[in-house]
């Protein structure tokens, strides 16, 4: 998680010190949960839906058409994980915390005005952290696909609303939060889940 960090800092930093124009974007919504199953039991683990926030760094480079990193964060839980104790079994909701930092950009659907709208996308990294002793955080590939609008508010701030779906791989039946032993093993390929959120864009 640090070098997720300090990778962050070094784009902002070098974003303020380029020669051309900078979109920072600061963003809060709310995102739909998703699930595992667990391919031992066929459970259903939810992961409970929750607000997220974070921001986007775009860099125009023709009409209508970005350039963007995009990163959020979400504090979660993922319920009913099956916990395996000395002389007991039991379940327990999980805190966890999932991190997107994707690559992509916007190309435009139309511009009128003040109002322009477009399809968003990327691709990059899922990290799933989960708040419990014994667990390990797990990196996985992810990739993201939207629609959205901004309005103009002036020539450089802007009103950004987007509805995006996210995508997380896996590998069929593997092996999550491994820590010596596993603590769920995925049927599936795909963990999926949509958010919806608004930000001020800020143009430099």
Not at 103 to 114: L, M, V
Not at 116 to 121: A, E, R, Y
Not at 172 to 195: H, K, M, P, R, Y
């Amino acid at each position: 998680m640090k070098k997720l960090k300090n990778l962050l800092i070094v784009t902002l930093f070098v974003s303020s010190a380029g020669s051309y124009a900078v979109e920072i974007t600061p963003l809060y919504g709310y995102r739909g949960g998703g699930e595992f199953i667990d391919n031992d039991t066929q459970q259903k683990h939810t992961v409970q839906s929750s607000e997220m926030y974070g921001f986007i760094i775009g860099f125009p480079y023709e009409r209508g058409k970005d350039w963007e990193i995009y990163y959020s964060h979400q504090s979660s839980d993922i319920r009913s994980v099956n916990l395996t104790q000395p002389a007991t079994t039991s379940t327990a909701d999980i805190p966890l915390t999932i991190d997107y930092l994707h690559i992509g950009g916007t190309a435009p659907i139309s511009e009128e005005n003040k109002l322009k709208t477009f399809v968003s996308g990327g691709v990059g990294f899922t990290y799933l952290s989960p708040d419990f002793s014994g667990f390990q955080s797990d990196l996985r590939a992810s990739l993201s696909i939207g629609i959205g609008l901004k309005y103009f508010l002036s020539e450089n701030i802007a009103v950004r609303l987007e509805a995006r779906g996210l995508g997380t791989l896996f590998n069929s039946n593997a092996a999550l939060f491994c820590n010596g032993g596993c603590s769920l093993s995925v049927n599936g390929s795909l963990f999926t889940q949509i958010e919806a959120f608004a930000g001020l864009a800020f143009r430099f």
